[in-house]
């Protein structure tokens, strides 16, 4: 009976390039247990460097680094740079093996992370079969949480209630107030005083916005009254997607390509949220004073 031995990368493969080459076979991302994706990349423009691979698939996009050996620093902090600028949810570096303070940093890593990593070591044998195995993953619980945000909008929108916390602690924001409950943490509404109008900050997985609502009697020509009296609050900022209910109409407008995946930057995406619904906010107030003395009248 023949044995097969192992055979290391570097010897199998005259360069890492080759292994990406075959690594970026769609069959290949589903043997190894990754998923299934419609479009994969080879060597991604990235910043100034260029990323083994981008696969593209329904709500998920993936990257990989391979490397020869034992994995070092270096790919992993590649591998981290290629995963937040094509803004990834699966991140996953192959090579012959992992030091065991990587294994553990990257254990620790999806504990914390919206992105899913993966280590795998790869071997091939004397029969040119390649051995794949999975040495770090999401936890089963983490990976089912993950797939429920991709295909159900609802928890998708869903942010941790940490998010909006320093805007409520703010005794300076118009948005201050009490903590937002876990199970209403899509984001942080404030009505206008006296008025039936609502502004809204909310914090989708990619982008931020603000919404404002129109509720009562005859909100359609609340909104034409808008359109007509603060044209510069409808076009500075960028464009409006317009909803009528029959009953209130709603105007939300998208304020930062960022989102609740983008955890590094949530500091900049807060400012610009309460920097522009305040703005918003003002502005509507002096519509709704304006309303009402055109009532005495």
């Known amino acids: 009976m023949k044995i097969a031995k192992r055979i290391p990368l570097s010897q199998y493969y005259e360069r890492e390039s080759a292994l ?8 290949s991302l589903r043997r190894i247990g990754l998923g299934n994706f419609r479009v994969v990349k080879r060597e991604v423009p990235t910043g100034d460097m260029r990323a083994d691979i981008v696969a593209y ?3 998920q996009v993936l990257v990989i680094e391979n490397q020869f050996g034992q994995a070092d620093w270096s790919h992993w902090g590649l591998l981290e740079c290629y995963a937040y600028y094509h803004n990834a949810n699966m991140a996953v570096l192959i090579a012959d093996e992992f030091p065991q303070l990587m294994i553990d940093a ?4 999806n504990d ?3 992105i899913q990593w993966y280590l795998i070591s790869v071997y091939i044998d004397s029969l040119e079969q390649h051995h794949f195995n999975i040495v770090v993953q999401p936890t089963q619980t983490l990976r089912e949480h993950q797939r429920l945000n991709t295909t159900n909008q609802g928890d998708m929108d869903r942010v941790d209630p940490i998010f909006w916390q320093p805007i409520r602690d703010d005794e300076n924001c118009i948005f201050a ?3 937002v409950p876990p199970s209403n943490n899509y984001g942080i509404e404030k009505k206008i005083k006296g008025t039936n109008m609502y502004v ?3 914090l989708r997985r990619d982008h931020a916005s603000i919404r404002v609502k129109f509720d009562g009697e005859h909100p359609p020509s609340q909104m034409d009254i808008i359109k007509q009296m603060m044209p510069e609050l409808l ?4 464009g409006w997607e317009y909803q009528n209910r029959g009953d209130s109409v709603t105007a939300t407008i998208k304020v ?11 500091d900049k995406i807060r400012q610009v949220l309460v920097e522009q619904g305040t703005r918003i906010y003002e502005n509507l107030l002096l519509i709704g004073n304006y309303r009402k003395q055109r009532e005495k009248i």
Do not use: M, V, Y
């Open 57 to 59: 698939g329904d709500n």
């Open 112 to 114: 914390t992370s919206d």
């Open 177 to 179: 107030g009490k903590p």
């Open 20 to 27: 990406s080459d075959a690594l970026s076979e769609r069959e």
């Open 200 to 202: 809204r900050l909310q």
């Open 235 to 238: 076009t500075t900022i960028g």
């Open 106 to 109: 990257c254990q620790r890593r």
């Open 256 to 266: 930062i390509d960022r989102g609740r995946k983008d955890r590094n930057h949530w």
